[in-house]
């Protein structure tokens, strides 16, 4: 069964783009999870998606926005970038909201976004 | 909000040793799991725990739900040289309509052959 699988590998933008990066969760997952992981920040919370709505974000500015298809895959846009957005960007998906191992995360490989 | 402290830090160990690290919390989680991150790859689940006193072996990896349901352990028993990577502990944070992980700040182990 394939994974969590997170596209493309690597991006890079100046500063003032938009950046897109996508995210297909585990084959029967509807949520999805995006989290950022900047160097000596640790992974932070960013936006939770389920059955394609936004069901919560984490402390990050508006500009940071991203939707879930009906297929379940997900995207999050990233605009006006700024330096400090260089990240690694995280994507999980876990069942449907339930039970607790229902609800358990799993991984993508990541996004690595450098801003210059 | 919720914080998670991981400890160690680091560790530097040699090849054959036994690893331990723990994480503790301001408040109660009704899960722990513990995650692997290799450099730039995303983390990886080892273990699931979902019961306080629960105490689950994933090959030479051991970790445990405290019964305070504060805190967890992760052993790793006879490391090897493919051990090394960052270790997470991470805890869903259930409140209201979030379903976020919280993460602790990581074990950095490196294995010396």
């Known amino acids: 069964e394939a994974g969590v699988t997170q596209s493309p590998t690597h991006l890079i933008k100046t500063r003032g783009q938009q950046a897109t990066l996508r995210c297909s969760p585990i084959?029967?997952?509807?949520?999805v999870y995006w989290y950022q992981q900047a160097l000596g920040l640790g992974l932070q919370f960013l936006l939770w998606?389920?059955?394609?709505?936004?069901?919560n974000r984490g402390n990050f500015p508006p500009r940071f926005s991203g939707r879930q298809f009906p297929n379940y895959s997900s995207e999050l846009n990233v605009n006006a970038l700024e330096l400090e957005d260089s990240a690694l960007y995280l994507c999980?998906?876990?069942?449907?909201?339930?039970?607790?191992?229902?609800?358990?995360?799993?991984f993508g490989p990541g996004t690595r976004l450098l801003v210059l | 909000g919720q914080q998670l402290n991981q400890s160690p830090q680091s560790m530097f160990i040699q090849e054959g040793e036994d690893v331990s690290m723990n994480c503790t919390s301001s408040?109660?989680?009704?899960?722990w799991l513990w995650y692997k991150q290799d450099p730039g790859e995303g983390p990886v689940l080892l273990i699931a725990?979902?019961?306080?006193?629960e105490l689950t072996s994933n090959g030479r990896l051991t970790a445990q739900f405290g019964i305070t349901r504060k805190d967890s352990f992760l052993n790793i028993s006879a490391s090897i040289p493919s051990d090394v990577g960052i270790y997470f502990c991470?805890?869903?944070?259930?409140?209201?309509?979030?379903?976020?992980?919280?993460f602790g700040t990581g074990t950095l182990l490196a294995v010396q052959p």
């Open positions: 999980a998906s876990s069942l449907v909201p339930g039970t607790q191992k229902q609800e358990t995360q799993y």
């Open positions: 084959s029967g997952h509807t949520s």
């Open positions: 998606y389920d059955e394609g709505e936004e069901r």
């Open positions: 408040s109660i989680f009704n899960t």
């Open positions: 725990l979902y019961k306080a006193g």
């Open positions: 991470a805890g869903p944070n259930y409140g209201g309509a979030t379903n976020k992980l919280i």
